[in-house]
């Protein structure tokens, strides 16, 4: 924890030391008695009122982290505070409290609303159940939490499939909010909508940061995505953290070649941007979580690994700029002017 400087304090919700290996299937193509550690010893902490992006390829274990952290899942091992208290290992009463703190809004809302319900009953169970409110009370709460969110009481009568799909991700940000949580964890939550809709939640959810003071842990695969709405960003690649830091800091100089990689796969906006980051290709697929490689995770896949990494899992170092990463060219690679090199320049050279 002090390498990356997570102290209580100053944080709504701190995931610590997280482990979460699943029982890997008997099957045709797995071997009997293996696990998948879809998370691998994660840390990372919420703060108040900010956004925190956690970004990674498909199967690094992101979902994951988000279940673990709302207790969604029980962790094989780590421990998980919010406000400060170690909420770990609790159970009924106190985890129904926990959970009214912390909500979740998933990918897509066809699965995630049932069809049969319509609108008004949708917001308002999460609200009756968590804060008593019955009648018109609730029916008010109802159709204040739906104008919070671009839509109207109108929209209380309907069922889920009568809404277009930006609607019905309002309608599952609604009922994310009934509970009036802490902390939302949106696990690609813009990712099934089309690009002009996106925007138009993204900036839902920014307004509503700002009026309530939401804690978000915006979970997706899509840097270009994330980069817009969080203040901090932590990389994930198999099931680790391999980088994390202020949002500026790990775009404009990002400190692990996986996440040089991920950027230099987003599209800039500005041409000039475009001419300076040259794309970095990355050969073959991540190692099988059911096998995690003994040093750095990345190493297999690397353009500028060198002798210590595929035997010794890199430490998080401090980066200058703030945040921290795992990797040895920090600490053991080439040096400039007392610095690292910048994996841009390296990961040229390597050409
Ligand atoms: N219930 C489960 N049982 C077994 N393995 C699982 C289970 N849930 C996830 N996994 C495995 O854990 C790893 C991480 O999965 P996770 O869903 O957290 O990844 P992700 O980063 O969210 O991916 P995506 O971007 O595709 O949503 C994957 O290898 C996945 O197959
Ligand atoms: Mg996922």
């Known amino acids: 924890m002090a ?7 100053e944080y709504v919700l701190i995931g610590r030391d997280l482990v979460k290996e699943f029982a890997g299937r008997s099957g045709l193509f797995s071997r009997r008695g293996s696990h998948v550690r879809a998370v691998d010893g994660v840390t990372l902490g919420l703060k108040k009122g900010r956004t925190l992006g956690l970004v990674g390829e498909s199967g690094s274990g992101k979902s994951t982290v988000g279940r673990l952290l709302l207790r969604l ?3 094989t091992d780590g421990e998980i505070l919010l406000h400060g208290e170690e909420i770990t290992k609790d159970r009924h009463g106190d985890l129904r409290r926990a959970r009214r703190e912390m909500q979740m809004v998933f990918q897509d809302p066809y699965s995630s ?3 049969t319900m ?3 009953e949708l917001v308002g169970e999460p609200i009756a159940y968590h804060r008593k409110l019955r009648g018109q009370a609730l029916d008010d709460e109802v159709a204040r939490i739906l104008v919070a969110v671009g839509l109207s009481g109108e929209h209380a009568r309907r069922f889920p499939d009568e809404l277009s799909g930006g609607q019905r ?13 802490d902390v939302l964890v949106c696990d690609e939550a813009v990712s099934a909508l089309d ?3 996106q925007s138009q939640i993204l900036n839902l959810l920014l307004r509503l940061q700002e009026e309530l003071g939401l804690t978000i842990l915006f979970v997706s ?3 270009s995505v994330v980069r817009h709405v969080s203040h901090d960003i932590a990389v994930m690649y198999l099931g680790q953290i391999v980088e994390q830091g202020p949002a500026e800091r790990v775009v404009d100089e990002p400190a692990h070649p996986y996440t040089a990689a991920l950027l230099s796969a987003v599209p800039e906006a500005k ?3 475009q001419r300076s980051r040259e794309k970095i290709l990355l050969r073959g697929d991540p190692p099988s979580p059911s096998e995690p490689p003994q040093g750095c995770p990345f190493a297999s896949r690397c353009p500028v690994a060198f002798e210590p990494c595929d035997k010794i899992r890199p430490e998080h170092t401090a980066v200058e700029g703030g945040g921290t990463v795992a990797c040895h060219l920090q600490t053991a690679g080439p040096v400039l002017a007392g610095r690292p090199v910048p994996i841009e320049l390296l990961s040229r050279a390597h050409k």
């Open 3 to 9: 390498a990356s400087g997570v102290t209580e304090d």
């Open 73 to 75: 899942l029980d962790s």
């Open 113 to 115: 609303l049932n069809p």
């Open 118 to 120: 319509r609108v008004g």
């Open 169 to 181: 991700q309002r309608v599952a940000i609604a009922r994310a909010l009934g509970p009036s949580p």
């Open 195 to 197: 690009i002009s809709i």
């Open 221 to 223: 695969h899509d840097l």
């Open 271 to 273: 041409p000039a941007d």
